[in-house]
């Protein structure tokens, strides 16, 4: 019996062609993975992420309307100290170089913006407190800061640009722009100069209130802090109704938590009063 030697080649070579087409993606992925740590270790990055720009403002000089304001506030979700709005005209000739996001930069790239900002263009800083924030709520407090920085400013705007969903009650117009401070340069110089006053008013708090690492955190709701805030209790810069502090002040200072009411519970001047009408009778008119 003759075999033929050709059908062995097929037969041979089948698996070989398998394992070559399994094996590219395998290297593929391997380079990869291999690769993805370098680049992630690189200064750039993947993505090139685009600063925030000057199209805006410059759209409206172009019709006639100057000047542009931006505002952006600092400090909505921390759980201590104020809430701090800051409101920024620029001066077209003199933009500093370098403004970004606050929280794309250093804080050192920060400080030295904040001067260079401060020495250039018309800005305007407003406080809301933690007692303000406590009987207002955090979202008015920061608009009502918003709004006072704008007012502040040494020359009125005729448009405003602020971060977020909300506009302000101003007189001029105002829009809303919804990651703003990433897109607009006036309201990222803003954002750089809120975000810096008030990291240095919670470095002051820190030697104020020592223990809970105000000048670390600056207030936010980190490990360390919530650490902190469950040993030592709420100082007097907590805000009172954020959850973590509302349960540091019911395990430190049960006395000042009033009990919840119970809306289905009746009285003993209500019982009094219902019973005493059932005796009398109904009342005339």
């Known amino acids: 019996?003759?075999?033929?030697?050709?059908?062995?080649?097929?037969?041979?070579?089948?698996?070989?062609?398998?394992?070559?087409?399994?094996a590219v993606p395998a290297e593929a992925a391997q380079t990869a993975a291999a690769e993805?740590?370098?680049?992630?270790?690189?200064k750039k990055g993947i993505i090139a992420i685009a600063p925030p720009s000057f199209r805006r403002e410059r759209a409206l000089i172009k019709r006639g309307i100057w000047p542009v304001a931006g505002c952006d506030e600092a400090g909505r979700g921390p759980l201590a100290g104020p809430v701090v709005a800051a409101a920024v005209i620029l001066d077209p000739?003199?933009?500093p170089r370098g403004i970004d996001d606050s929280k794309r930069l250093t804080?050192?790239?920060?400080e030295k913006l904040f001067d260079k900002i401060c020495a250039t263009a018309q800005v305007s800083v407003v406080v809301a407190s933690r007692a303000r924030i406590d009987r207002d709520n955090i979202l008015r407090a920061s608009l009502w800061?918003?709004?006072?920085?704008?007012?502040?400013?040494?020359?009125?705007?005729?448009?405003?640009?602020?971060?977020?969903?909300?506009?302000?009650?101003?007189?001029?117009?105002?829009?809303?722009?919804?990651?703003?401070d990433g897109i607009v340069l006036s309201i990222a110089a803003a954002s750089i100069v809120a975000k810096v006053t008030r990291d240095r008013l919670m470095c002051?708090?820190?030697?104020?209130?020592?223990?809970?690492?105000?000048?670390?955190?600056?207030?936010?709701?980190?490990?360390?802090?919530?650490?902190?805030?469950?040993?030592?209790?709420?100082?007097?810069?907590?805000?009172?109704?954020?959850?973590p502090v509302a349960a540091a002040r019911a395990?430190?200072?049960?006395?000042?938590?009033?009990?919840?009411?119970?809306?289905?519970?009746?009285?003993?001047?209500?019982?009094q009063v219902e019973a005493q009408i059932e005796i009398d009778g109904p009342a005339t008119l």
């Not at 993805?36 to 690189?42: D, L, S, T």
């Not at 009990?259 to 019982?271: H, K």
């Open 1 to 22: 019996m003759i075999r033929d030697k050709s059908a062995k080649n097929p037969a041979k070579d089948a698996p070989k062609k398998k394992a070559a087409k399994k």
């Open 36 to 42: 993805a740590p370098k680049v992630a270790a690189g």
């Open 93 to 95: 000739d003199r933009i």
């Open 107 to 110: 804080a050192e790239e920060r």
């Open 145 to 180: 800061a918003l709004k006072r920085a704008v007012v502040a400013l040494p020359e009125a705007p005729r448009h405003v640009f602020v971060d977020g969903r909300d506009r302000l009650d101003t007189e001029c117009d105002c829009e809303a722009v919804i990651g703003g």
């Open 204 to 243: 002051a708090l820190a030697q104020d209130c020592p223990g809970y690492g105000f000048e670390q955190h600056k207030g936010y709701a980190v490990p360390e802090h919530l650490e902190a805030l469950d040993r030592l209790g709420p100082s007097i810069h907590h805000r009172s109704f954020f959850a």
């Open 251 to 271: 395990k430190h200072m049960p006395w000042t938590v009033e009990p919840a009411q119970d809306l289905f519970s009746v009285t003993e001047i209500e019982a």
